[in-house]
């Protein structure tokens, strides 16, 4: 199948999805500004009293680990089982996987309650979730995207999840293919909230594309494309954040004319 991110993001202004993150207190706010230039409608909510209540009424759950603690994680696990019965995609940020075991042991509780549409994160967390031996920089990848794709494809295999692995060229796992997106500028790493919003962004998507690699895939290009378009205006990190911010209000055909990306064949699939 084709994937056509010029209408997937007319499908996403269309709809206004309802984006329900569990996220951290580091990038609340530029989350929620990042979906709302966007086009979406983004809805912060973590407490164990409501999660279930709130992930009924949206289109999609975010689940971002950035910011730890024991009801937050309990949320995370309510949210993600009540999204699973009632058919609701799930993107799951792993940040910080590897660094420490309270994270470790929480992202195999979330991922035993329901395998998320979308698995998102740099090198180093998608290696370390998928149980490689690495070592991580708290939250900062010491791998490249390239480094990532076994372990990408190990996880696509294991729970049936689309893994989308940011780098300087980003690479997505999915229906037996690997997308790679080309777009983007360094300077994207500076900023903090990026790789968060990126997660959120690829909720909002799959809010409303049935499927989750078109979702992830044009997630992905929306952030490199916009990243480029921010730069043109602005090229240090304060500034640019909030050029990306205006970036975000990019039009679809703008969007598609300055994607770029190739498509190979998930070769692994020959030998299993």
């Known amino acids: 199948m084709e994937i056509n991110i ?19 207190y580091v990038v ?11 086009g979406a409608s983004p809805v912060m909510a973590h407490a164990v009293e409501e999660v279930e209540e709130m992930v009924s009424i949206a289109g999609a759950l975010v689940v971002n680990i950035g910011t730890l603690s024991a ?14 019965a009632l058919g609701k995609p799930i993107v799951l940020d792993p940040v910080g996987a ?5 994270r470790n042991q929480v992202l195999t509780q979330l991922l035993e309650t329901a395998p998320p549409a979308i698995i998102r994160g740099n090198a180093s967390e998608i290696m370390a ?19 990532s794709l076994d372990a990408a494809l190990a996880l696509n295999r294991r729970f049936g999840s689309v893994v989308s692995v940011s780098g300087v060229t980003d690479l997505i796992v999915g229906n037996g293919k690997v997308y ?20 959120a962004i690829a909720g909002a998507y799959a809010a409303v594309c049935s499927d989750p690699l078109a979702a992830a895939v044009s997630a992905a290009a929306t952030m490199g494309v916009c990243g480029e378009l921010a730069y043109r205006h602005a090229q240090l990190p304060g500034s640019f954040q909030v050029a990306f911010l ?27």
């Open 180 to 199: 790679y997106i080309s777009n983007g500028v360094p300077l994207m790493t500076r900023i903090t909230g990026m790789g968060c919003s990126a997660s």
């Open 6 to 24: 010029r209408e997937n993001l007319v499908l996403l202004r269309e709809n206004v999805p309802l984006v329900h993150n569990i996220t951290n």
């Open 71 to 84: 009801s937050w994680a309990e949320g995370m696990k309510l949210a993600m089982s009540r999204a699973a």
């Open 98 to 102: 590897g660094a420490t075991s309270y």
């Open 129 to 147: 979730l998928a149980g490689a031996n690495i070592t991580t920089k708290g939250v900062d990848s010491t791998a490249s995207s390239d480094q």
């Open 246 to 272: 205006d970036a975000l209000a990019v039009s679809p055909d703008h969007l598609a004319e300055l994607t770029r990306i190739s498509v190979s064949p998930d070769r692994s699939a020959d030998v299993r």
């Open 28 to 38: 609340m706010n530029f989350t929620a500004n990042a979906l709302l230039a966007l």
